[in-house]
C-alpha cells in the first residue's frame, strides 16, 4: 500500500538520506507491552522507534528532530494542517484580515480564537495569557531556540527586542480567549509561522520576565501541555508517556506510549523481533522485499524534500566551470540503483509535493561528456601535457559527502562518474567522504566546492532563507539581484497563482546560475507490526502533511 505523509519542520538541511525524525512503535524487555485496560478504555502500551535524543524536551529551545517528536505527543499547537498543507485550527481557530492604516501603509491582522474546552493535562484550562506568554518567550531579545518567529515584521517587536518597551504592541489579548497579532505588510508564511506549541504559563512561565528565559529553560527535560501524552521519564533511552483523559480531541486508546532510541540500521529488524512495534527505516527495494517476506505492515510515503548537489560560487566563480560540472551528473542510474522505483530524478531545486514545483519541467543540464568540455573551454581551460589547465593551474573540485566513509549514499554513484570523466579530461575531482557532524562543520564555513545533501521544506515554499542574497542558509553564494526581487515578491501577495509564476521564475535562475543540480525526489517508509498494532486504526490517506501522529489518540493495539 503506498500513502504519503510527512513530518511538519522548519526549512532544514539534512544530510544524505536520512529522514528528518526516525519513528516507530513496539515492546521490548525494557518496555513490555501492558495488556491491562484503563478506566478511561485506553487499552496496552505501545512503543515506537526514534532516533538518538539529547533530552531537550521543549517546544521552545529542542535541539533535534528527534525531541521535537516527543515534543508533539506532549504539546497541542495554536493551529494544525490538513491533508493538502492548508492551516487549519487547533487549538484556536483563526481569521486573517488585511487592513490600511491612516497613512496608507498595509498591514495583516490575525486573530486567533482558542476553542471552548481546552485543559492541559493537569487540567488547569488553556487561555488567552497562556498564547501570549508563549509568543513573549519565542519574541525575546535573549531567545536562543529554533523558531523564526521573531523574522515576522510585527509591528512593535523592534522596540520589544531592541528597547525599553515591555509589551509588543502588535499583539494584544482582546479576551480570555482572545488574541491578535498585527504585522507590516503581508507574508503568505507568517501564518505557518504562528503555528506555534501553546505551553502553560503557570508551568512554564512561574519566574519569566524580558530578558530572563532561565526558569523556562527549567522545564526542558520536563514538559508539560496538552498534548494527547503526558510526559512521565525519560530513562535508559526510553521515553515514557502516558495517556492525556484531558486530550481536547479525544482521550488516546493507548494507555501507554514509549520512544525507544533505535539505530537507523536497525530499524527494520527491531519490528521483525518484536522489539518495537512501528519504526521507519530507509526505503530501498531490498527494505521492502525484507518487509514483505517478514509479514509486516509498511506504507511508502512522500518526502517533503529533495536532494541535491550543491555548488559554491564564490569557490567556483567561473558560471561556464559550473555548468561544465553539471553536465557531468549522471543522475538517473545512480537514483535507480539506491532507490529503484522509490524515487525519481526531479529537474528543479524543489520537492515535488511542493505546490510550487513545475510539473511539466524538463530536464536542464542533461549528461553529456562533451558539452562539459566545451563549457571548460569556455572558461579559458586548455589541455596541456594531459592536464586541463588555466593561467597554470589545473582544475580542482573539492566535494563533500557525508557517506560515513564508505559512500553509502544515493548520490555517490554520480560523483564518481564525474571523477572517471574529469580525470580523462586531465581535471581533478577530490572526494571527501565524512561523517555527518564534520561535513556540516565544513559546509557552514563554506569549505566545500560542491557538496551533496538533501533539503526538507515547509509547506510554505518561502526561498528567502536558501537562496535570497542575505539569506541565512545561502549556502551557494549566490548574488542574484533579479532572483533576490522576485523572491521578494513572492512574499508580498497571498495570491497563489502568482506566487506560483515568480516561483518557477526563480527556479531557472537558480538553474541557470547552476550553483544547485536538484537530483531525486524520495520516499520515507513506515513499518508496522500487525500483530502489535491495530492497523485498522492507523489514519486514513495519509499525506506528506498529515500523517498517523495527526489522529494519535485513535491509533489501538490489537487486543
Known amino acids: 500500500m503506498i ?13 544524505g538520506f536520512s529522514t528528518i525524525a526516525l519513528i516507530g512503535c513496539g515492546g521490548s524487555e525494557d518496555a513490555t507491552p501492558n495488556t491491562d485496560a484503563t478506566e478511561s478504555g485506553a487499552f496496552g502500551t505501545s512503543v515506537f522507534a526514534v532516533g538518538d535524543l539529547n533530552g531537550v524536551f521543549s517546544p521552545f529551545f529542542y535541539t533535534t528532530a528527534y525531541d521535537d517528536v516527543i515534543n508533539g505527543r506532549v504539546h497541542m499547537g495554536l493551529l494544525g494542517q490538513d491533508r493538502l498543507g492548508q492551516v487549519v485550527p487547533e487549538a484556536a481557530t483563526f481569521n486573517i484580515e488585511e487592513t490600511t492604516t491612516d497613512s496608507g501603509d498595509l498591514q495583516t491582522v490575525y486573530t486567533f480564537t482558542l476553542q471552548d474546552g481546552i485543559k492541559f493535562s493537569d487540567g488547569e484550562p488553556m487561555t488567552a495569557d497562556d498564547v501570549m506568554f508563549n509568543f513573549l518567550v519565542l519574541l525575546d531579545p535573549t531567545y536562543d531556540g529554533m523558531s523564526t518567529l521573531n523574522t515576522l515584521p510585527i509591528v512593535g517587536l523592534a522596540d520589544y527586542k531592541d528597547g525599553d518597551a515591555t509589551e509588543i504592541a502588535g499583539i494584544k489579548k482582546l479576551d480570555d480567549k482572545t488574541v491578535q497579532v498585527t504585522i507590516d505588510g503581508i507574508d503568505p508564511a507568517a501564518i505557518y509561522k504562528f503555528a506555534i506549541s ?35 521519564s525519560f530513562a535508559n533511552n526510553v521515553v515514557n508517556l502516558v495517556n492525556n483523559p484531558n486530550y481536547f480531541f479525544g482521550a488516546p486508546k493507548l494507555d501507554k ?18 522489539q518495537v512495534d512501528l519504526s521507519d527505516p530507509s526505503a530501498s527495494p531490498e527494505m521492502v522485499a525484507n518487509v514483505e517476506e517478514a509479514g509486516l505492515h509498511y506504507e511508502l510515503v512522500d518526502n517533503l524534500g529533495y536532494g541535491y548537489i550543491g555548488i559554491n560560487a564564490e569557490r567556483v566563480p567561473d558560471i561556464n566551470v559550473r555548468k561544465g560540472l553539471m553536465h557531468l551528473m ?31 519541467a524538463t530536464e ?32 580542482r573540485i573539492e566535494v563533500g559527502i557525508p557517506g560515513g566513509g564508505t559512500m553509502d549514499h544515493p ?61 541565512p542558509s545561502n549556502h551557494y553564494s549566490i548574488f542574484n539581484d533579479d532572483l533576490d526581487k522576485i523572491i521578494v515578491d513572492a512574499r508580498s501577495t497571498n495570491d497563489v497563482a502568482v506566487r506560483t509564476n515568480l516561483y518557477q521564475q526563480a527556479l531557472d535562475i537558480i538553474m541557470d546560475q547552476a550553483v544547485e543540480m536538484p537530483i531525486y525526489q524520495r520516499k520515507n517508509m513506515y513499518v508496522f507490526n500487525p500483530e502489535m498494532i491495530n492497523i485498522d486504526s492507523l489514519t486514513d490517506d495519509m499525506t506528506p502533511y498529515y500523517n498517523f501522529y495527526s489522529e494519535l489518540q485513535n491509533i489501538e493495539m490489537v487486543k
Open 198 to 232: 501553546v505551553t502553560p504559563e503557570h508551568y512554564y512561565g512561574t519566574t519569566f520576565k524580558k530578558g530572563d528565559l532561565s526558569g523556562v529553560k527549567l522545564k526542558n527535560e520536563a514538559p508539560l501541555g496538552a498534548g494527547p501524552f503526558i510526559f512521565d
Open 3 to 15: 500513502k504519503f505523509s510527512k513530518k511538519i519542520t522548519t526549512l532544514s538541511l539534512i544530510a
Open 257 to 274: 506510549l514509549k520512544f525507544q532510541v533505535i539505530d537507523q540500521a536497525n530499524m527494520f529488524e527491531a519490528v521483525r523481533s518484536q
Open 330 to 360: 549522471n543522475r538517473a542510474p545512480a537514483v535507480e540503483s539506491y532507490y529503484g522505483d522509490l524515487a525519481t530524478v526531479i529537474e528543479r531545486p524543489m520537492s515535488t509535493v511542493s505546490w510550487a514545483y513545475p510539473q511539466d
Open 364 to 395: 536542464y543540464y542533461g549528461y553529456d561528456v562533451a558539452k562539459a568540455k566545451e563549457y571548460f573551454v569556455a572558461a579559458g581551460y586548455t589541455e596541456v601535457g594531459g592536464k586541463l589547465v588555466k593561467d597554470g593551474k589545473q582544475l
Open 411 to 471: 548520490t555517490a554513484p554520480v560523483l564518481t562518474q564525474m571523477k572517471s570523466d574529469l580525470e580523462a579530461m586531465g581535471a581533478v575531482l577530490e572526494i571527501a567522504d565524512t561523517d555527518g557532524s564534520l561535513f556540516f562543520d565544513v559546509l557552514n564555513q563554506k569549505g566545500w566546492d560542491m557538496w551533496v545533501a538533501a533539503w526538507g521544506s515547509t509547506a510554505d515554499p518561502d526561498m528567502y532563507q536558501i537562496y535570497h542574497s542575505t539569506g
